[in-house]
């Protein structure tokens, strides 16, 4: 995979400038000289973003796995590819080589084919962080079926929504999973939730934990014996470029969750090149991102763009304070990791415990740390950079999301200085610019804005599955012509962009995307709730939590405040996964809206924050004085 080749800041302004000017030239280069196609593409891009149509690499075919495995055996066949670091620090690591991983994905292909799943199907797989869910995902990559992951912390009712949206054949899942000293039962979760889903024949079970599971009669299957007598050869399906290669759900800030739609050749020429250069990525080097493979940052960093490049990625199943808050560091020491990718709220919880817990492992082989999933606040980049990368390794605030991909705003290592809390500049090929109020760009520095992409980019998701319009609403309706981030920034006087937070109600809590509608709903359910409104308020280590405003119908009146606030908590974690359970509830009589019936979050937002004046203009309210009950009740 090439790199850049710019040593400092003034040579990436140059490269930067020529990506701008000529972008067809600069990506047909790319493509073309890393990697294995079966045939070559007639253009480069062919996109009209008014209509929320993007194609790259048209009539091009192609597929992904051989470039993450076929293509390295001749040179690096036994180099290893995953090392999968268990939960327990006493079972032993696994060294899964790049022979070993062509012979698990194509046995794998295999048995998938033998269960009936073609090129086109859906797939759904719900496992915790073991190699089979990397062997099962390149797997369906494989065969042309499409991925969905789900990560394996959502409820069954969220599985079942997401398994129902895309209508998958098949669910792959585990008897269970570890995570810290808690075994969590996977395989009951995914029987509750397929009693809602007919569209589910086949559900194949790998054994981690040796939980006692029901395995139903024509439905369920343990996968090791179906993998024993599966053929070990298997032909890679030929992809056009712009099949779809996965489907993964975001939150919206309304309605259901968006299953975001990437395709095969752009997301696989984009999630290698940035790999590459983001990481500063060298041969021998051992790469090593915590994020689980259920979100983006592991599909694209875990898995396809470290394989693309022949890496070493390491899988974890564990979590960071298990056994001790030590975890991490001793796995960067007992792996001699290079690059070190994590979220702010994990170097929070862990820059809260003492120091000795790092201070321990010298971190040596590390070269570049990076950040994603939520701005990075200063103390936590300031802690980051001292103690884990010793000010010597650069800290790459990368900035992306599932919508996008790959990593879009971040310092390249070695080449731009960093600046604490700023994502820096745009990688080459990206075209941001932020938009104000009257939906105009806005070209001075020292500004903020609205964040949008105003240049189609390889890796974009190109549709929400089975409902375009909606993609073309949420992303293309606000700015028209212009990919919309839904992302507030701030741009400085050299141009760094620091990116202020979402703009819309979206709450990032602990790295995780939560809608806050399908939250309210799911409380509105509950027989004592008559409305809700959620917003997110700062919190130290999770980054934001969530404060729940709940009026409660009459008969709901009478009852136990405590008790009910454990009840809606439950049926919160129910509905979507403990994940999005509220922090605060307080409970009101009415909520501040405007004539239009519109909550006016802003409000309650400050309120949830603690600051009770400067509300703005709230002459457009239906209910003034609401705000000062809601106030006094906080208070
Ligand atoms: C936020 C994760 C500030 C942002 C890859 C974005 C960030 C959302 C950063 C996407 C960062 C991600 N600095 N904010 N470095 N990285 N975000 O889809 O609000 O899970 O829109 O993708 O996370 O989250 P998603």
């Known amino acids: ?29 790319i493509a073309s000289e890393n990697f294995t196609w079966y045939q070559q593409w007639d253009k480069v891009v062919d996109f009209n ?133 808690k075994t969590i039962d996977l395989k009951e979760i995914i029987d509750e939730a397929l009693t809602e889903c007919d569209c589910v024949k086949t559900v194949l079970v790998v054994k981690r934990t040796n939980n006692a599971v029901t395995m139903k009669e024509g439905r369920d299957q343990w996968l090791q014996p179906l993998l024993d007598v599966a053929l070990e050869n298997n032909v890679a399906e030929i992809m056009d ?25 752009g997301y696989m020429v984009y999630t290698a090149y940035t790999f590459k250069n983001v990481f500063n990525y060298e041969e021998n080097d051992v790469y090593w991102c915590t994020a689980d493979i259920g979100w983006i940052t592991g599909h694209s960093y875990i898995l396809y763009g470290p394989l693309l490049n022949g890496a070493t990625t390491v899988i974890f199943e564990g979590v960071p304070s298990y056994p001790d808050y030590s975890r991490f560091w001793e796995i960067i020491e007992k792996h001699h990791i290079t690059q070190f990718y994590t979220a702010p709220t994990a170097i929070r919880a862990l820059a809260k415990e003492s120091l000795d817990y790092v201070q321990k492992f010298p971190l040596k082989s590390l070269k570049v740390i990076g950040s994603v999933g939520e701005p990075i606040n200063e103390e936590a980049w300031h802690w980051y950079n001292d103690h884990v990368g010793d000010k010597r390794c650069p800290v790459v605030d990368t900035w992306w999301q599932t919508e996008t991909g790959g990593i879009m705003i971040s310092p390249i290592p070695f080449v731009t200085p960093t ?25 001075e520095n020292q500004v903020v804005g609205s964040l949008c992409i105003k240049f189609p980019w390889p890796g974009i998701a190109r549709t929400i599955w089975g409902d375009h319009q909606r993609y073309k609403d949420t992303y293309f309706s606000a700015f028209p012509g212009k990919y919309f981030t839904g992302d507030g920034a701030l741009r400085d006087e050299v141009g760094y962009y620091r990116i202020t937070g979402r703009v819309d109600d979206v709450v990032i809590v602990s790295g995780h995307n939560l809608g806050t509608a399908p939250i309210e709903d799911a409380i509105n359910e509950h027989p004592a709730v008559a409305e809700s409104a959620i917003v997110g308020f700062p919190h130290d280590v999770k980054g934001n939590a969530l404060y729940g405003f709940v009026i409660l119908k009459e008969t709901g009146e009478q009852r136990d405040r405590n008790n009910l606030i454990k009840e809606i908590n439950q049926q919160i974690s129910n509905q979507i996964g403990p994940i999005a359970k509220l922090d605060k509830i307080q409970f009101v009589s009415g909520l501040p809206k405007t004539r239009s019936g519109k909550i006016m979050r802003r409000i309650l937002r400050k309120i949830a924050e603690g600051e009770f004046d400067n509300f703005g203009d709230i002459t457009t309210l239906l209910n003034p004085e609401i705000v000062e009950e809601i106030k006094q009740g906080k208070i």
Request: glycine fraction near 6%; proline fraction near 5%; charge should be positive.
């Open 49 to 181: 973003l008014a209509e929320a149509e993007v194609k790259w690499f048209t009539e091009a075919k192609v597929n992904i796995t051989k470039n993450c495995i076929d293509r390295h055996l001749a040179k690096k066949g036994d180099k290893t590819a995953i090392i999968f670091e268990p939960n327990d620090p006493a079972e032993e690591a696994q060294h899964i080589s790049y022979n070993d991983l062509h012979l698990r994905v194509s046995k794998m292909a295999n048995v998938l084919k033998e269960q009936g799943v073609n090129k086109g199907d859906r797939v759904c797989i719900y496992l915790p962080m073991i190699p089979e869910l990397a062997v099962a995902t390149l797997a369906c990559a494989r065969i042309g079926a499409i991925h969905s992951v789900v990560f394996a912390g959502f409820s069954a009712s969220a599985v079942a929504t997401r398994i129902k949206d895309s209508e998958c054949k098949i669910v792959i899942t585990s008897d269970g999973g570890y995570r810290g000293n």
């Open 241 to 265: 470029a712009e099949d779809p290669l996965f489907i993964l759900y975001t939150s919206g800030s309304t309605g259901k969750p968006k299953g975001m739609v990437h395709t095969t050749a």
């Open 419 to 443: 600046k604490p809390t700023y994502a820096t500049l745009p990688l080459p090929g990206i075209q941001p610019v932020l938009m104000d109020e009257k939906r105009n760009e806005i070209e």
């Open 1 to 29: 995979m090439s790199r850049y080749k710019i040593n400092n800041l003034e040579e990436y302004f140059k490269e930067y400038k020529k990506s701008v000017r000529e972008p067809k030239k600069f990506w047909d280069k």
